[in-house]
């Protein structure tokens, strides 16, 4: 099986910062979207922070890959799918895996 790629890693960064900005603007922080909510206390969405959401479901799926890295083009895609769906139909928020296209794009200022 091959590698996730370096365009893969990007979408990966890209999407856990939308993602993270998205669930944010829909209100859910993170205490909030894993259904532990305390009075009181609140804890914002942040990349990293959704990165780690995507790493976990990762392990869960892939037990015997320890980082992100190690995840082939396969094996991305389908966490992806499963996150997606998952916060969906939960929250209603979500972002599509963004395109080399679209990243490109977004470099040189034509979108956000």
Same mark, same amino acid.
């Given at each position: @099986? ?5 365009? !893969?890693?990007?979408?990966? +960064? #890209?999407?856990?910062?939308? @993602?993270? *900005? &998205?669930?944010?603007? $829909?209100?859910?922080?993170? /205490? #909030?979207?894993?259904? =532990?909510? #305390? ?8 990349? *990293? $922070? ?7 479901? $990762? +392990? ?6 320890? &980082?992100?890295?190690?995840?082939? =083009?396969? !094996? /991305? !895609? +389908?966490?992806?799918? /499963? /996150? ?5 139909? #939960? =929250? ?6 963004? &395109?080399?296209?679209? @990243?490109?794009?977004? $470099? ?5």
């Amino acid at each position: @099986m091959k590698q996730r790629t370096a365009t !893969q890693n990007r979408s990966l +960064h #890209k999407y856990c910062s939308k @993602m993270a *900005e &998205s669930l944010e603007l $829909a209100g859910f922080d993170q /205490i #909030k979207f894993y259904d =532990t909510l #305390k009075d009181g206390f609140s804890v914002k969405w942040t990349m *990293e $922070a959704f990165k780690a959401f995507f790493r976990s479901v $990762a +392990h869960d799926l892939y037990p015997e890959v320890e &980082s992100t890295a190690e995840l082939t =083009t396969e !094996q /991305i !895609q +389908h966490v992806y799918n /499963i /996150i997606d769906r998952g916060v969906s139909e #939960k =929250t209603g928020v979500r972002n599509e895996w963004p &395109s080399k296209q679209s @990243m490109d794009d977004e $470099a040189r200022g034509l979108t956000r």
